[in-house]
């Protein structure tokens, strides 16, 4: 499908900057699929299941957003949606090595493929996951780092992991 694209990731957990990442997508293509990797290289704290309800209880407004989980090639579960666009958000420079390799060994492995990047707000580009797991399992305020509807439940979930 032309008007569509796919944003992966592995979401351990959704921060404001991944849902950033999602309205600018739901805003340029008709249809979104937020793509949870099952087994990403990192060793999650949420299972996948949390991951993707996660992802469906922050886009829940976004109408033109669905939630999917995939194991294997991204690749792979993008030739099977028939979406041959990937979206992917660079913070800072120093993403961008790691998103330089991925984007074209995927278009190594499959040409047709195209990687875009976006740019989330630059409020949110400090934030990531592994900042956020850490301050949860510290018990400190997650408001301004995740989605209001997820603080209770990242709270829970880091709290009880201590
Ligand atoms: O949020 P992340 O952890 O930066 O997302 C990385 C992700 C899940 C998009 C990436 O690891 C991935 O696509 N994994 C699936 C395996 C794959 O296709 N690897 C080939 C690209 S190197």
Do not use: W
């Not at 592995?10 to 990442?21: N, Q, R, S, V």
């Not at 922050?58 to 028939?82: P, Y």
């Not at 990531?128 to 399992?137: K, M, P």
Request: one cysteine or more; glycine letters at 6%.
């Amino acid at each position: 499908m032309r008007h569509s694209a796919i944003y992966p990731g592995t979401f351990d957990p959704l921060t404001l900057g991944h849902y950033d990442l999602m309205e600018r997508a739901s805003g340029i293509f008709d249809r979104v699929i937020v793509a949870v990797a099952e087994n990403s290289r990192k060793q999650t704290l949420f299972t996948v299941d949390e991951r993707v309800d996660m992802a469906r209880r922050a886009t829940q407004k976004l109408s033109n957003v669905m939630v999917k989980s995939f194991s294997g090639l991204l690749i792979d579960f993008a030739q099977e949606q028939k979406i041959h666009v990937l979206v992917r958000g660079i913070r800072a420079f120093s993403d961008f090595e790691y998103e330089f390799q991925m984007a074209l060994t995927n278009r190594k492995l499959a040409p047709g493929i195209e990687t875009l990047f976006l740019m989330p707000k630059e409020a949110y580009s400090y934030i990531s996951s592994s900042t956020v797991r850490e301050v949860a399992e510290r018990g400190g305020d997650l408001h301004g780092f995740v989605p209001a509807s997820l603080v209770a439940t990242i709270r829970r979930k880091c709290l009880g992991r201590l």
